[in-house]
């Protein structure tokens, strides 16, 4: 899995950048099949003008086969909003996973229920 982590208005320490390794390789134990994982880790000073507190962002973009996932988290503390950006990935990738295992168990063409109104219809009337 490639991970590649970076900063807006904001510099990674090595503690930031250990952190979301630790998060994300929660989300690898779930889900192998990860191409690459982009991580932004931005400081939102939007709201300091008037008075209100200064807003981190912890945003990911994950690649998987034939789809992009991305989740975003807004905390008043950068690790709050990088243990929020892997537990929403986290939650995606588990329901990524859910999806792909059910396409894989139904099995192509029709279910079993057309099969049951062919033998209705089959059936000579009284």
């Known amino acids: 899995m490639n ?12 503690a930031m950048d250990k952190a979301v390794r ?14 690459s994982i982009k991580v932004i880790l931005s400081l939102d ?19 998987v086969a034939g789809q992009e996932m991305f989740v975003q988290a807004l905390e008043d503390d950068m690790y709050k909003a990088i243990n929020d950006m892997a537990d ?4 995606q990738v588990r329901k990524y996973k859910t999806r792909q295992d059910r396409k894989k168990n139904q099995g192509p063409g029709r279910d079993e229920r057309y099969e049951d ?10």
């Open 22 to 35: 630790e998060k994300l390789e929660k989300v690898e134990r779930h889900f192998d099949q990860i191409q």
């Open 45 to 63: 000073n939007s709201g300091a003008s008037d008075g209100g507190k200064k807003t981190h962002k912890a945003e990911a973009i994950m690649r």
């Open 88 to 91: 929403k990935l986290d939650r």
């Open 3 to 14: 991970v590649s982590i970076s900063g807006h208005h904001i510099s990674i320490t090595d």
């Open 117 to 126: 109104l062919t033998d209705v219809e089959a059936a000579p009337a009284v």
